[in-house]
Nanobody
């Protein structure tokens, strides 16, 4: 199993980023997937998750209305569109296979002016 996140970077408050997660080594469409984040000094937390087929999504309250999770089961990719970013969104973002301890290496998102 391999999960590779990309798309992080430095962005000003109010800006946008799109994170990508490339998955391989398992039947991607069979698994619910999640985006998590870990800010400095804090525990890793769930941000959003999506069903295997992509039809059901869930968002944690801090990101509702600003982030959109999606997936492409042909390309074995998952995405996180992040809009109206806030300084408190600064964290390392990870993708994960739901129910398993399969993590990517993470991608840093920094929101700062």
């Amino acid at each position: 199993v391999q999960l590779v996140e990309s798309g992080g970077g430095l962005v000003q408050p109010g800006g946008s980023l799109i994170l990508s997660c490339a998955a391989s080594g398992f039947t991607f469409s069979n698994f619910r997937m999640g985006w998590y984040r870990q800010a400095p000094g804090k525990e890793r937390e769930l941000v959003a998750d999506i069903s295997g087929g992509g039809g059901r999504t869930n968002y944690q309250d801090p990101v509702k209305g600003r982030f959109t999770i999606s997936r492409d089961n042909v390309l074995n990719m998952m995405y996180l569109q992040m809009n109206n970013l806030k300084p408190e969104d600064t964290a390392v973002y990870y993708c994960k296979v739901w129910g398993y301890s399969w993590w990517g290496q993470g991608t840093q998102v920094t929101v700062s002016s």
